[in-house]
């Protein structure tokens, strides 16, 4: 079984590889002439502002966390779609109610708003 | 494929996963110490892919390297965290850390030292499976016929998942002007649009205006 991902490690060491010298090619022969006002931080051309460091708003938190459930959703459909012709109709029936409740989940965030990005 | 090989790949992976862990802990920037935290993920999943374990490999990626690591920056960054007062404090709870520190070693050491009861030799070799064969295909014969009724639960604790971070995250701005786009679709020219007959009016010079 293992033989089958060996595209797939080919892949990881030819991208590894590519991307170690794409870094090491630019610095290497890349022309450098840096001077303070090159690595001063600036703003648009002026200044900083203030710290690059801000709170982020909670909504994002909130979508991301929504962003994970589906995901996890996405999860339990893969070995059920690849399964699916041994499990019969039981294991649909289980897999449309799972879906049913992540419906009804996706209505509750829909109607109070969640979805809404004002 | 051939037991070197694999080996070879074994502790290649496994030297980054090591690396990348101790980046995760011993780099400054929590930003940085997250994307490391990504990089020991892919790592393991790599090390599950070896011992055929292909399905948790893809979830490990989907779920942890795609959305828990997106929440963990979203955290990092929420927390606006300033670099400085993270050494404040350092000593005053240096007795709870080493004794945590202290602790997690015994139980390292009692594993590595406990081969009789703990070792690799404890468990069976697996056996490498034949080309075709899919660990997917088999965990979800088992899933969804063995272990409907825990499956269903994840069901319903996603659901309360949804339920409650929509109640707990969800803020209300006052005074904020949204479009519903429905209305502006259906909307009519005679709301919109009003026709006023005028005498047509002459100014001063005769010239209607």
Known sequence: MLAEYLPILIFLLISTAMGISLVVIGGLLGP??????????????????????????????????????????????????????????????????????????????????????? | MDMPLQEIIFYAFSAVMVLAAIMVITVRNPVYAALFLVLTFFTAAAIWMLLEAEFLAIVLVLVYVGAVMVLFLFVVMMLDINLVPLKEGFIRFLPLGVLVALVMAAELLTVLWGRDRFGTGQFPVPE???????????????????????????????????????????????GIKTQNPARQVRVRRDERVRLVKMKPRSNADGREA
């Open chain 1, 32 to 118: 450098r002439r840096p001077d303070s006002e090159k690595l001063s931080p600036y703003e648009c051309g002026f200044e900083a502002f203030e710290d690059s460091r801000m709170k982020f708003d909670v909504r994002f938190y909130l979508v991301a966390i929504l962003f994970i459930i589906f995901d996890l959703e996405i999860a339990f459909f893969i070995p059920w779609a690849v399964a699916l012709e041994r499990i019969g109709w039981v294991g649909f029936a289980a897999m449309m109610v799972f879906v049913l409740l992540l419906v009804v989940g996706f209505l509750v965030e829909w109607k109070r708003g969640a979805l809404e990005w004002e």
């Open chain 2, 128 to 174: 490498a499976h034949p080309q075709g064969y899919s660990n997917t295909a088999a965990l979800g014969e088992k899933l969804y016929t063995d272990y409907l009724l825990p499956f269903e639960v994840a069901g319903v604790l996603l659901l309360v998942a949804i339920v409650a971070a929509t109640a707990l995250t969800l803020r209300r701005r006052a």
